[in-house]
Structures are given as C-alpha cells and as structure tokens.
C-alpha cells in the first residue's frame, strides 16, 4: 500500500523550534526553501499534505497556503484524532500515511501512522517509536529528506526528477 498522504508538524520540524519576537510582538519563523520545493513536488506528484501544529499562528497559516496545502490545522491538543478524521474524509487509512514531528505532542499520531519520521534533534522519547530518524535537524531540510526517502521508497524518482526536467 502506498503513502498517499504526509503529515507535518510545524515547530521543530519545518521550523527550528525558535520562536522570536519582535520588540512589536510580532512573531518570526523561519521556513526552509528546500522544504517546500520538495512538498510542492510530492503534491505535483499527486500526493496530499497535510499541517496539524499545536500552536497558531499567522505566519505558519500564510506558508500553508503558500505551498497550496488544503488540509491545515492548527491550534490541535490531539494530533492523532484530527489525523483520523481527515482519513475518514479522504477515504485513506493509516497505511496511506507518513507523519513527521519532533516532540511529545506528536506521539499519538507518530505512533499510529504507517511510517514515521523525526528530525536527528526530536525529544529521546519520540525517537524510539519513529520508522526512520532523519539525519537532519528540524527546519534544516528534514521535511524534503523525509519525501526524499519516500519517494526513492515508493519508486517514484524518476516522475520526481520529470518534474523539474
């Protein structure tokens, strides 16, 4: 069965885990280009995205949509059972699905998904559950080394590399 959706974290995963904020209050993240060049690509692959962060915030709202990622949820306390419900709506099960996160938060759903992924600098905790430990650091490229990894797993180089040929 393959992987037909990815589910991101934001913090410590697209992000470094910093937040800062200005003298305004206004918060900064950084997003790595990287990152999404290759979540654009898995979606032109005709794959889904999925965002499901503990936190809100505007700024992750805005990359969101700047990657056309649909399914968007943010401010979540139970990260698997959103997970779940939007399985229902796409008609996928857990085998259809690879997760990444870095932290305790994260564990339900990284536990229940068919293949999970953590950055090399996720809590000790989540990383003896995780299918695959990435050897990059969250917000360093980890999300693009996870669908990396998948598409060379699901045999799809080659459509990947089409893509930018």
Known sequence: MSIELIVL???GTMTDSRITYSENGDEIKSFNVK??????????????????TGR??????????????EHFYQGIHNKKEVLETLLEKLDLTMDNVAAIGDDLND?????????????RDASAYV???????????????????????????????EKYLELWD
């Open 9 to 11: 974290d934001v913090d």
């Open 35 to 52: 990152d999404g060049l290759a979540i654009v690509s898995w979606k032109k692959l005709g794959k889904q995205v999925a965002i499901i």
């Open 56 to 69: 809100t915030s505007k700024i992750v709202e805005r990359r969101a949509k700047e990657l056309h990622i």
């Open 107 to 119: 564990l339900s759903m990284l536990k229940a998904t068919k293949t999970s992924f953590v950055p």
């Open 127 to 157: 990383d003896k559950i995780a299918t695959v430990v990435l050897n990059r650091k969250g917000g360093d490229g980890d999300v693009r080394e996870m669908i990396e990894y998948l598409i060379k797993e699901e045999g799809l180089e």
